[in-house]
């Protein structure tokens, strides 16, 4: 049985910071696929995948956040994880998928990668 993969979302300009926390895997990777598709068709330029607190991911989840890393993209955004650690940082580097995704160490480096140009 997988353990439930809790996602919560808060918004910041142009972004959207997507925390999870437990398993992406098989039974709990649609669920993260409405948040972001929801997050993308409200505007959301950037989904900001806060991994930290993943405990497991699967092809499945990988597979979702290649998906959403391309639409996102081809929106005008992208999509990064921030606090990559673990079995998905072992994942990563052994599908050779490290280079495919910018990685942060942690959500406020995330939200500093995107944020608007500020003129002076």
């Known amino acids: 049985m997988t353990a439930r993969l809790a996602i919560s979302v808060r918004r910041h300009e142009g972004a ?5 926390l437990g398993e992406l895997d098989k ?3 649609p669920s993260l696929d409405d948040v972001l598709a929801a997050q993308l068709a409200d505007g959301a330029r950037w989904l900001l995948l806060d991994v930290a607190d993943l405990r497991f991911c699967d092809s499945t ?3 979702t956040m290649l998906g959403f890393l391309r639409r996102a993209t081809h929106a005008g955004g992208g999509l990064r994880l921030a606090g990559v650690g673990g079995v998905l940082g072992r994942i990563l580097h052994l599908t050779g998928l490290s280079t495919a995704f910018p990685v ?7 939200l ?3 944020a608007p140009a500020r003129p002076d």
């Open 16 to 20: 959207s910071v997507i925390v999870l």
């Open 112 to 114: 500093r990668a995107v």
């Open 27 to 29: 039974l709990s990777t």
């Open 61 to 63: 989840g990988l597979w």
């Open 104 to 110: 942060d160490a942690d959500v406020a480096a995330s």
